[in-house]
């Protein structure tokens, strides 16, 4: 397994790949791998001649209060995890590899990243829109692989690549969870035993959500409702925010009359998670 931690020996290393025409496929991650990055990783590994997987808990997509410092940082169980796919390499970067003193350029999309989560993290898109152009430039994979939990992150991701004309095929991935529906995250290791057993509402909520639409229910603000009263019975999660949206335009819907997002987030205890489900009325 190769392990790169400098931007130009990887870019160098990814030239030579390139100039022998061989395809790259690229996994972004922050490291604290679950079988959900795995799921990516093994389509990735399939797709091309060499797979990168980048760990880089990347500093400019937290907010000042949120959990960069804490974040757990794994890298030799990562390795270990990743050793069933090799060959692999790994692209570990230090913050100030990739950001140097006095770095000033972002990459920032204005309409997508206001909306959900955008709302509640500001700049935490433009973070992860710098990040990925960064390593778009540096690794220059032919795919790259993105998890539907991050639904907002993946859609933004596509719409920054035909904005700026990268020719690399984004793929997206279903969510992939445990058995009793919780969405895999690296941040569900925060949650305590009761916590854990508390998070799995979020995703009974989408289902309830989910049935309605199926049955019928055509008013978006009574699908909520309905939810945020399932949400209510678990003292413990506070809602952030539910939403029924345009799957592509992430647009708040008023009457569902095709293909929605539900989407969510919420903090149990002191750990947001994130969730959403896509619904075909009928």
Do not use: W
């Not at 708040?252 to 929605?260: C, E, H, Q």
């Amino acid at each position: 397994m190769k392990v790169i931690k400098s931007a130009r020996e990887m870019s160098l290393f990814c030239q030579r790949i390139k100039s022998r025409g061989q395809k790259i496929a690229l996994v972004p991650t922050l490291g604290a791998l679950h079988e959900g990055h795995l799921s990516l990783v093994a389509a990735a590994r399939v797709s091309a001649e060499v797979l990168v997987v980048s760990i880089f808990v990347n500093p400019i997509q937290f907010g000042p209060q949120e959990d960069l410092k804490k974040y757990p940082r794994t890298l030799r169980r990562d390795m270990a995890l990743l050793k069933p796919f090799e060959p692999v390499v790994i692209f570990h970067p230090a913050p100030n590899d990739l950001y140097p003193e006095k770095y000033e350029t972002f990459v920032e999309l204005k309409d997508l990243s206001q909306k959900l989560c955008g709302q509640f993290r500001p700049g935490h898109f433009k973070g992860v829109c710098t990040v990925v152009a960064k390593l778009f430039n540096i690794v220059r994979p032919d795919l790259a692989y993105f998890g539907e939990k991050d639904y907002q992150q993946q859609l933004i991701i596509k719409k920054m690549v035909r904005d700026l004309n990268y020719d690399i095929q984004i793929v997206s991935l279903p969510t992939v969870r445990e058995y009793d529906g919780l969405a895999l995250s690296s941040r569900n290791i925060y949650l305590n035993k009761n916590q854990r057993k508390s998070a799995t509402i979020l995703y009974r909520a989408l289902v309830r959500a989910k049935k309605d639409i199926e049955a019928g229910e055509g008013d978006a603000r009574k699908i909520i409702l309905r939810m945020g009263s399932l949400i209510g019975t678990e003292p413990s999660v506070r809602i952030e925010y539910l939403a029924v949206v345009n799957p592509e335009t992430l647009e708040n819907v008023k009457v569902v009359k095709g293909r929605v997002l539900v989407a969510l987030a919420a903090r149990v205890g002191a750990t947001r998670l994130i969730d959403n489900l896509a619904v075909h009325p009928g």
